[in-house]
């Protein structure tokens, strides 16, 4: 049989490089802060180039890992509930529109079902629906990236080190439209998620996104489609594909009807995931091919 390895959130976080001399950042609690700082509100503070020390980034490869708690060297915390012996995990969520996706996990977790917890959402719409539905349920809202649009957003680098205060396991992107930074993916090696409405590797790719990917669907004459969730790389819809759903593409679909169908599904899967993921149950097979242990028959896989 061959080799199977676990997977666990990366902790390399590379040193934080300040431009300006005041930026506001959320943090979940000031007193867990790696830098004094002064409060402004309840979910931001301010602070500046000098509070912040060097993060050191390190190139060793973790090629296999018990559990996130191992991996880190850190205790769980008594506020942390376990079940089956695994603590409950840090989510971090991506959206750039109304992140049905994000709610549906959320919905999930509420009915617990998903061993997690969204601490923190990234968005660059600070109005979007998904941000909204996410202060409406206290969890704190960052922006990313910085541009003219958005001037408040973070940098990559202050991103990667205002995630590493929440103490994030995994991230899930959830119809956010923008690349993820390369300083993120190395930060988070093989804990990022993101799900495409199409059977990748077709249909994928910059471009390839809402209606596109569907319209592109019945064009080609395909009979079937359906979501995919992948790891993420430095490229896009290109990672280890972990799970993917199929649903039939019928003769007179409209984008639209067939869009409806596929979210349908995208729904049910990504809290499926996000459950496997939060239960570590989620594998890595010799070859780098991801796959999901049966939480019923843990000899299966898919």
Known sequence: MEALFGVCSNSLFPSIQNHKNTILLPFPNSAHLPFSSQLKSQNRVSLKPHDLPPFEASNNLLLKCISSDERLGTSVDEGDSLKDGVRI?????????????????????????VHGRFVVLVTNKHDCGGAQYARENGIPVIIYPNTKGEPEGLSSNNLVAVLSSYEIDFILLAGYLKLIPSELIRAYSNSILNIHPSLLPAFGGKGYYGAKVH??????????????????????????????????VLANDTAKELAARVLRQEHKMYAEVAAAICEERVIWREDGVPLIRSKANPEHYS
């Open 89 to 113: 995990k840090n989510l971090a969520v991506f959206v750039s529109g109304g992140g049905s996706n994000f709610r549906a996990v959320h919905e999930a977790i509420l009915r617990g079902e």
């Open 215 to 248: 319209k592109a669907v019945i064009a080609s004459g395909a009979r079937y489609s359906g979501p995919t969730i992948h790891f993420v790389d430095e490229n896009y819809d290109t990672g280890r594909i972990l799970a993917q759903r199929i649903v039939p």
